[in-house]
T-cell receptor, first 113, second 115 residues
């Protein structure tokens, strides 16, 4: 199993540009989520999904969109990038909501200038 | 807002010593988990303790949970230089207005083990 994969590893955007961070898992996990990690802030939940076709907001959803058309993929879209979105983004998955460990991808380091 | 808060923010010890990190949280939980993050890497799951459990062991790790105080501790015994990393607690809970569990993280403790 490849586990949770994320692409790209690094990305530089200009303010106002849009892009999609890709996330895929091959463990047949129902639950997937996106976090951002900023210095001194720990990890903050952006959006999550409990299954294909179902998504919900986390703590910091503004400026981000998600969709879940398949069990395997959970892309995160930045509609109009802002410098405040400079961060490291982690995708994670687990078998189901509640009582299961979460598996993390290696992260995408995004810089918005 | 973030659910868990780790204490201390940073901890520096010598190899062979024990390291204790604490986590406090605010609302009722389903379970509490601890993760490790090496510099520049993703998080790796260490241990999960359910709300009806009080103590759990895994190798050199010992986790306790006190739901009456809404707190948990992670003890790493006989620390090694390879244990140098950030450690995060994460609480699994349903939040008001929601119907699904969310796993939310604290800000972490940076542990440095000096050889």
């Amino acid at each position: 199993n490849a586990g949770v994969t994320q692409t790209p590893k690094f990305q530089v955007l200009k303010t106002g540009q849009s892009m999609t961070l890709q996330c895929a898992q091959d463990m047949n996990h129902e639950y997937m989520s996106w976090y951002r990690q900023d210095p001194g802030m720990g990890l903050r939940l952006i959006h999550y999904s409990v299954g294909a076709g179902i998504t919900d907001q986390g703590e910091v959803p503004n400026g981000y969109n998600v969709s879940r058309s398949t069990t395997e993929d959970f892309p995160l879209r930045l509609l109009s990038a802002a410098p405040s979105q400079t961060s490291v983004y982690f995708c994670a998955s687990r078998f189901d909501s509640g009582s299961y460990e979460q598996y993390f991808g290696p992260g995408t380091r995004l810089t918005v200038t | 807002s973030q659910q868990g808060e780790e204490d201390p923010q940073a901890l520096s010890i010598q190899e062979g010593e024990n390291a204790t990190m604490n986590c406090s949280y605010k609302t009722s939980i389903n379970n509490l988990q601890w993760y490790r993050q090496n510099s520049g890497r993703g998080l790796v799951h260490l241990i999960l303790i359910r709300s009806n459990e009080r103590e759990k062991h895994s190798g050199r790790l010992r986790v306790t949970l006190d739901t009456s105080k809404k707190s948990s501790s992670l003890l790493i015994t006989a620390s090694q230089a390879a244990d140098t990393a950030s450690y995060f607690c994460a609480t699994d809970a349903i939040y008001s207005g929601g119907s699904n569990y969310k796993l939310t993280f604290g800000k972490g403790t940076l542990l440095t083990v000096n050889p």
